[in-house]
Nanobody
Framework: QVQLVESGGGLVQAGTSLRLSCAAS????????MAWFRQPPGKEREYVAH????????YYTDSVKGRFIISRDNAKNTVSLQMNSLKPDDTADYYC?????????????????WGQGTRVTVSS
């Protein structure tokens, strides 16, 4: 069983930055692909970014490319999402997720474990 706990959400102004973190309680963290998803108010949860097991490959949805950076520290069992140049459209509950297999990384069904989410609100 993998437990994921997100932190770092909050209320910020547009144009500023925020860093989200996700701590995993599993000894084999370096065997999981990790991802961030988000769910804007009143909308469905959507893919944001993912990172390979060793951190060598990262991928982003188009709306956050060039602004968000996903990273991981396998020694500390953490994955982070650095969010820069935030926009009001980035307002959402952000979730980290872990996958132990090689299915579609942008699909929620590919992920075995989920955190409880952390809320990010970006004011204009």
């Amino acid at each position: 069983q993998v437990q994921l706990v997100e932190s770092g959400g909050g209320l910020v102004q547009a144009g500023t930055s925020l860093r989200l973190s996700c701590a995993a309680s599993v000894r084999t963290f370096n065997t999981y692909r990790m991802a961030w998803f988000r769910q804007p108010p009143g909308k469905e949860r959507e893919y944001v970014a993912h990172i390979s097991w060793n951190g060598s490959n990262t991928y982003y949805t188009d709306s956050v490319k060039g602004r968000f950076i996903i990273s991981r520290d396998n020694a500390k069992n953490t994955v982070s999402l650095q969010m820069n140049s935030l926009k009001p459209d980035d307002t959402a509950d952000y979730y980290c997720a872990a996958s132990a297999h090689y299915a579609n990384p942008a699909s929620q069904s590919s992920y075995d474990y989920w955190g409880q989410g952390t809320r990010v609100t970006v004011s204009s």
